[in-house]
Every structure is written in C-alpha cells, then in structure tokens.
C-alpha cells in the first residue's frame, strides 16, 4: 500500500504537467524550406586548431601535494571541533 502511495505521489506531477510546447509552430516558413547545411570532412577543420599540450606532471604533482595538504589541515581542524 505504502509503495502504491509513494508511486501515485511520484508520478502526480508528470500527469499534472502541462503539455510539451509545439515547436513546429516556431519555425519559421523561410527555415522549413531552407536546404540542409553541406557536410564537410573534420580532419581540415581539425588541422587548423591548436593542438592542447600535454599536462607536466610536475605541476600536476605540486597542485596535488598542496590540494593534500589544504585537506589534511581542514580534517586536522574538523577533529579539534568539541562535539
């Protein structure tokens, strides 16, 4: 009985929900008889970026040890609190 309420109360707010909006109505004339955009190969596009550098794992290491340290100094403080 207690799960058949539960679902009931779960489920309310779907059925209450007012209908999904038309979006259909929202384009516009101009937009429904506009052709597809062409498709073009992702490589050339690719090729002109930036490559990201690798990360240096010495920064990664020097933000860890002090992410380490800041953790190790709350817990330190959360101990001394008087329960």
């Not at 052709?35 to 290491?61: K, N, T, Y």
Request: include cysteine; proline fraction near 11%; aromatic fraction near 4%.
């Amino acid at each position: 009985m207690l799960r058949t309420t539960a679902l009931f109360l779960c489920l309310l707010p779907l059925a209450c929900a007012p209908g999904t909006p038309d979006l259909g109505a929202r384009v516009s004339a101009e937009s429904r008889s506009a052709d597809f955009p062409a498709l073009v190969p992702l490589g050339p596009l690719l090729a002109g970026i930036e490559q990201p550098r690798p990360r240096s794992a010495e920064a990664a290491g020097t933000s860890l040890e002090q992410r380490a340290a800041d953790l190790r100094r709350r817990a330190d403080w959360l101990r001394r609190l008087p329960l």
